[in-house]
């Protein structure tokens, strides 16, 4: 019991401390259409309502320790401060009563100090200042509370939408385009084997004589250029197919660099 003044006032003091710092951080924050001012002033009430309380407590120790000048001059400090609290608070949180009760200690240290022991009233800025009690220190703020979980995280801006919709109507236009190709080539080979009566009429072997239908063929290769057109058609494969191939690498090129750009613009999404 003989040190709960001692703590007492190390504890409002390292809570003055805390209340110091949320203002000064407060103060340089403003939200429009709030009640930001209020809590500010609040903050601040709370600051100097601290400070009072630490002053006060520091006076009942001089007092223990017959410092009257000391005890009147943190009397009149915390007097001071109370006062500032009462004013700031508006009411929200009661502060009055540890005000009377500074008024009434100081009025008696007033009254001996005139009547008895005569001593000087030091400036509260010589005196020495009041010690912490770290009871509490400040931990980092998490990046992510749990179980919570961000509803925008999957939000994709319209812009964004809309380039995703456009490049998969393409490439789903792209595919289905050469998927018709591929199909009326199909088509067109069958016809022709049909025409040519193949592959039925190269297994059948029982005539001793060519087919006429195989002759009429022959001679319409021959009328359109023979074995030497075949030959150069023949000789053209190889610049064809490597033709194809570089239109299939530049169509999935593309494709790709699509995809990457849609991948960079989702990856920018939780930065907007």
Known sequence: DKMKEKVTCRLASSAQ???TEAYK?????YLKGTNW???????????????GL???YQSLNAKAAKAIGEELSRLKEADKHLSDAVKQSSGTFECKDVQSRVNRAL???EKDNNFIYHERIPNIK????????????????????????????SLVPLNVQQAATMYASRKDHLIHLEVTRLREATQSLNSALNQMNLPAALE???????????????NDVRSKGGVS?????????PQLLQRNEEILRETIKNITKKEKSTDCDSALIPLL
């Open 229 to 237: 057109d075949l030959r150069n058609m023949f000789d053209e494969l």
């Open 17 to 19: 401390d805390f209340y």
């Open 25 to 29: 951080t407060m103060s340089n924050v």
């Open 107 to 109: 009025v008696a240290a």
């Open 126 to 153: 010589d005196l020495p200042s009041i010690g912490r009690a770290p009871v509490a220190k400040p931990t980092p703020l998490p990046t992510q509370l749990d179980g919570w979980s961000d509803v925008f995280a």
């Open 54 to 56: 630490a002053e006060y």
């Open 204 to 218: 059948d072997l029982s005539g001793q004589e060519v087919p006429n239908s195989l002759l009429e063929k022959g």
């Open 37 to 51: 001012d209020k809590w500010t002033a609040t903050c601040l009430a709370k600051q100097n309502y601290m400070n």
